[in-house]
């Protein structure tokens, strides 16, 4: 009669020994290490970045406040050129539209006795200029792009236009009296109705400006 076999015994588990212990404890540890030094690289990265975009965008702000208060010097000498102009071109527009009535009617008729040309307004545009080569227009406020780039427009039309009046008046001849005094008169009144819309667009652009820089600050006792 046969005898069944024993069950075999399970393999006896190999209890390591100190040094293979020690091995992949060090070896954990390398890893540890290798994930903290990862992890380090990724921050240190991460924070030079956020100093840079932090250094870059206060370069920006500092930039747009400066141009803004050169804006805001720029704006008000043009101002102040118009504000100088005006009464003269219409001054004009009326006595060359009295002079060109008195002709019409037959009766006695002069130049007005205050004329002397036209009053050219040569506008300030450095500080504009310098935003659109520094690039720093995009950073300021819509308002304030939307104002300044409507001005600076109507400024550029008016300059274009009054070379052509005056290119018009030089080519006036002196025999036909009525055509010289209908040009000029026409000019003036040109003339002085654009300085009328960019006195409304000078006080927008300064608006615009002065609340982007904020109040200004109090003077010292």
């Known amino acids: 009669m046969s005898t069944a076999p024993e069950p075999a015994e399970p393999p006896a588990t190999v209890a390591p020994t100190p040094v293979t212990a020690r091995r992949r404890l060090i ?13 380090l690289l990724i921050a240190s990265a991460m924070l030079a970045l956020a100093v840079n975009d932090w250094t870059e965008e206060r370069e920006r702000t500092r930039l747009a406040q400066r141009v803004l208060l050169e804006l805001k010097l720029e704006v008000e000498q043009n101002q102040q050129a118009i504000v100088e102009a005006l009464p003269y071109h219409e001054k004009m ?6 002079s060109r009535q008195a002709l019409n009617k037959g009766e006695p008729w002069e130049y007005p006795a205050a004329f002397d040309g036209l009053n050219q307004i040569l506008f300030q545009r450095a500080a504009y200029d310098s935003a659109l080569l520094s ?23 008016y300059t274009q236009n009054l070379r052509m009046f ?17 040009l000029t008169e026409n000019c003036f009144k040109q003339m002085a109705s654009s300085e009328r819309r960019l006195i409304t667009l000078l006080d927008k652009a300064r608006a615009a400006i002065g609340s982007e820089l904020g109040p200004e600050p109090a003077a010292k006792p």
Do not use: C, M, N
């Open 27 to 39: 070896e954990r540890q390398g890893w540890q290490r290798a994930v903290f030094e990862v992890a």
């Open 135 to 157: 690039q720093t227009l995009p950073h300021l406020e819509s308002r304030t792009l939307s104002a300044i780039s409507a001005l600076y427009t109507q400024q550029e039309e």
């Open 166 to 182: 005056a290119a018009a008046t030089l080519q006036t001849d002196d025999k036909d009296s009525r055509r010289d005094l209908r």
């Open 93 to 98: 527009y009326e006595g060359f539209r009295a």
